[in-house]
């Protein structure tokens, strides 16, 4: 079982940056796919980034690709998002989520959801 607290969310401007954490509880977080989703007002649930286990794969949604960053760090528990050169359609509740397995993009793959974090982008 793992739990996930996201952090670091809030209101920034259209060109800024920003850096999600999300703290993971449990043993066996290195061993976990870990990804970040994004889900804006009367939008679906989409995925924004995804890192192995190892960190030694990533992905990312091609709105995201240049701008973002995600990566792990199994010692402390915790997957990050580094957010750059945001937009105004980067808005959203932004979720952090895990999964036994390989990489995927794939939403319903993933069991374990954290509360999410608001990230706001002023323009």
């Known amino acids: 079982q793992v739990q996930l607290v996201e952090s670091g969310g809030g209101l920034v401007q259209a060109g800024g940056s920003l850096r999600l954490s999300c703290a993971a509880s449990g043993r066996t977080f290195s061993t976990y796919t870990m990804a970040w989703f994004r889900q804006a007002p009367g939008k679906e649930r989409e995925f924004v980034a995804g890192i192995s286990w190892s960190g030694g794969s990533t992905s990312y949604a091609d709105s995201v690709k240049g701008r973002f960053t995600i990566s792990r760090d199994n010692a402390r528990n915790t997957v990050y998002l580094q957010m750059n050169s945001l937009k105004p359609e980067d808005t959203a509740v932004y979720y952090c989520?895990?999964?036994?397995?390989?990489?995927?993009?794939?939403?319903?793959?993933?069991?374990?959801w954290g509360q999410g974090t608001q990230v706001t982008v002023s323009s």
């Open positions: 989520a895990g999964k036994k397995g390989y990489n995927t993009d794939y939403l319903p793959d993933y069991s374990y």
